[in-house]
């Protein structure tokens, strides 16, 4: 680690600089899923490498447990790892926030007013939670019956609102932005019917599925599996339907009524439990910095997960502008190509043309207790099966699989680098 003082150039001295900044290699920004697995690969495949990781967070989670942990399968604090147990050794961790970045001079800026300048930057802080998009929902949260799988400070009201359900209406929500997981609403809706057809009142409860989706599944074939299931727990599909507003004290949701992509009509739906899945977009900081591109997110090239202006700096997960399902799953596949284009980089000066993220996402959709459906598809919406089974049909192996093998697969293979 070098220390770099005051020669950051004229721009710099202008703002505070604080003498601790420091120089590395490999800048990481996040510590989340892509960040950890990313410096993990540099780590082992480069032996004793410069790698930092500035990551605000006391805390990672395994969110692709959360489903499990709202339907009351899984303890919630069973997806949670402390931060300084899964940063890899040899990492340095820089406990701070990122708020600027300054490409043209290999230096990001954090909250603290500190100033870190890099060879190679790997930007992966996720994807933001817009929970004041929705009025009454911020304020809401976690009480009158308003839920959501999407928060971890209130996964356990999750669990409290479908065991509390005796009769009436369950709204479950899916907004009109990009968002993580493109199977969770759906997931905790099926669980949460599961439960009340095994305590025998499914048929006193309307569920319905509330979309600002035009299909109940972009992947025509998971679509079509998908069709018997809601049909099971008589699901009322509602497409087109963006949840617009909440009135909490009247247990009302309100939803704009989408035509092509536009609001023409307005609906209020009266509720007992509503499961929300929150807007979301890229992080502020991203959007309004010089890598973003139209919509936000980090502009990167979508098969070497290169950015599109600086050579230097890659971006993978859920903030990158690559058109894929926002899945921790497409990250393992995107962390070899950033991993390997960053060595063949450093190595030859050029990327490894054998390398190309094919838009592998994959979306293991719980559809009742011992049953998932396991979708794995590619930027093309082609079905890429891992296994030479017919993943359309629901499995209690892959239920078993996503369950109990894949978070130890998670927190031993793939946060180590081995995955
Ligand atoms: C309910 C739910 C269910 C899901 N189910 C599945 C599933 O079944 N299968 C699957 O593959 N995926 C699933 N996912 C999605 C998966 O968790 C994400 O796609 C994955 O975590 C993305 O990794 P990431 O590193 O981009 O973001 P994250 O893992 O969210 O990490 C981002 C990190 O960046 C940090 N950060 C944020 N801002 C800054 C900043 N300014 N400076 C520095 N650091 C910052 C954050 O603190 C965080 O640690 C699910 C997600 C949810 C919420």
Same mark, same amino acid.
């Given at each position: 680690?070098?220390?770099? #003082?005051?020669?950051?150039?004229?721009?710099?001295?202008? =703002? $505070? /600089?604080?003498?601790?900044?420091?120089?590395? =290699?490999?800048? /990481?920004?996040?510590?989340?899923?892509?960040?950890?697995?990313?410096?993990?690969?540099? /780590? =082992?495949?480069?032996?004793?490498?410069?790698?930092?990781?500035?990551?605000?967070?006391?805390?990672?989670?395994?969110?692709?447990?959360?489903?499990?942990?709202?339907?009351?399968?899984?303890?919630?604090?069973?997806?949670?790892?402390?931060?300084?147990?899964?940063?890899?050794?040899?990492?340095?961790?820089? =406990?701070?926030?990122?708020?600027?970045?300054?490409?043209?001079?290999?230096?990001?800026?954090?909250?603290?007013?500190?100033?870190?300048?890099?060879?190679?930057?790997?930007?992966?802080?996720?994807?933001?939670?817009?929970?004041?998009? &929705?009025?009454?929902?911020?304020?809401?949260?976690?009480?009158?019956?308003?839920?959501?799988?999407?928060?971890?400070? #209130?996964?356990?009201?999750?669990?409290?609102? &479908?065991?509390?359900?005796?009769?009436?209406?369950?709204?479950?929500?899916?907004?009109?932005?990009?968002?993580?997981?493109?199977?969770?609403?759906?997931?905790?809706?099926?669980?949460?019917?599961?439960?009340?057809?095994?305590?025998?009142?499914?048929?006193?409860?309307?569920?319905?599925?509330?979309?600002?989706?035009?299909?109940?599944? !972009? *992947?025509?074939? *998971?679509?079509?599996?998908?069709?018997? *299931?809601?049909?099971?727990?008589?699901?009322?599909?509602?497409? +087109? #339907?963006?949840? $617009?507003?909440?009135?909490?004290?009247?247990? &009302?949701?309100?939803?704009?009524?989408?035509?092509?992509?536009?609001? *023409?009509?307005?609906?209020?739906?009266?509720?007992?439990?509503?499961?929300?899945?929150?807007?979301?977009?890229?992080?502020?900081?991203? $959007?309004?910095?010089?890598?973003?591109?139209?919509?936000?997110?980090?502009?990167?090239?979508?098969?070497?997960?290169?950015?599109?202006?600086?050579?230097?700096?890659?971006? +993978?997960?859920?903030?990158?502008?690559?058109?894929?399902?926002?899945?921790?799953?497409?990250?393992?596949?995107?962390?070899?190509?950033?991993?390997?284009?960053?060595?063949?980089?450093?190595?030859?000066?050029?990327?490894?043309?054998?390398?190309?993220?094919?838009?592998?996402?994959?979306?293991?959709? /719980?559809?009742?207790?011992?049953?998932?459906?396991?979708?794995?598809?590619?930027?093309?919406?082609?079905?890429?099966?891992?296994?030479? &089974?017919?993943?359309?049909?629901?499995?209690?192996?892959?239920?078993?699989?996503?369950?109990?093998?894949?978070?130890?697969?998670?927190?031993?293979?793939?946060?180590? !680098?081995?995955?």
């Amino acid at each position: 680690m070098e220390k770099l #003082h005051t020669k950051l150039g004229k721009d710099v001295d202008s =703002k $505070k /600089i604080n003498p601790f900044t420091a120089h590395h =290699k490999f800048l /990481i920004v996040g510590g989340g899923t892509a960040g950890i697995t990313v410096a993990a690969q540099l /780590i =082992k495949k480069l032996k004793k490498t410069d790698v930092a990781i500035i990551e605000p967070s006391e805390v990672h989670y395994y969110q692709p447990m959360w489903t499990f942990n709202g339907a009351g399968v899984l303890n919630k604090e069973k997806s949670q790892r402390l931060m300084k147990n899964v940063m890899p050794k040899n990492a340095v961790w820089i =406990k701070d926030r990122v708020t600027e970045f300054e490409p043209e001079r290999n230096v990001v800026v954090t909250a603290s007013g500190d100033f870190y300048s890099y060879e190679y930057l790997i930007v992966a802080p996720g994807i933001q939670i817009d929970w004041d998009a &929705i009025p009454g929902l911020a304020e809401n949260i976690g009480s009158k019956g308003i839920c959501s799988i999407y928060c971890y400070r #209130h996964i356990d009201y999750v669990n409290e609102c &479908i065991q509390n359900m005796n009769g009436g209406t369950a709204l479950f929500t899916q907004p009109n932005t990009k968002f993580k997981c493109g199977g969770a609403p759906q997931k905790i809706m099926y669980l949460s019917s599961d439960i009340w057809k095994k305590k025998g009142i499914l048929d006193k409860i309307d569920v319905q599925f509330t979309s600002a989706g035009s299909v109940i599944f !972009g *992947v025509k074939e *998971v679509a079509e599996a998908l069709g018997p *299931v809601v049909d099971r727990y008589n699901v009322d599909v509602k497409l +087109l #339907h963006n949840l $617009k507003a909440i009135k909490a004290d009247e247990k &009302i949701a309100v939803y704009e009524i989408l035509k092509d992509g536009k609001p *023409v009509d307005e609906v209020e739906i009266k509720y007992d439990m509503l499961h929300v899945t929150p807007p979301q977009s890229s992080p502020d900081f991203i $959007k309004h910095s010089p890598l973003s591109d139209a919509e936000g997110w980090v502009d990167v090239d979508k098969h070497t997960l290169q950015h599109n202006k600086y050579q230097n700096i890659f971006s +993978l997960g859920d903030a990158g502008s690559t058109p894929n399902a926002k899945t921790g799953a497409s990250v393992r596949k995107q962390s070899k190509v950033v991993t390997g284009n960053i060595i063949s980089l450093l190595k030859t000066g050029k990327l490894d043309s054998s390398l190309s993220y094919d838009g592998y996402g994959s979306c293991p959709l /719980i559809t009742g207790f011992g049953k998932l459906i396991l979708a794995e598809f590619d930027y093309d919406k082609k079905i890429t099966p891992s296994l030479p &089974i017919n993943q359309m049909k629901e499995r209690a192996s892959m239920y078993y699989m996503k369950k109990d093998l894949l978070p130890l697969m998670y927190w031993h293979g793939m946060l180590k !680098g081995r995955a």
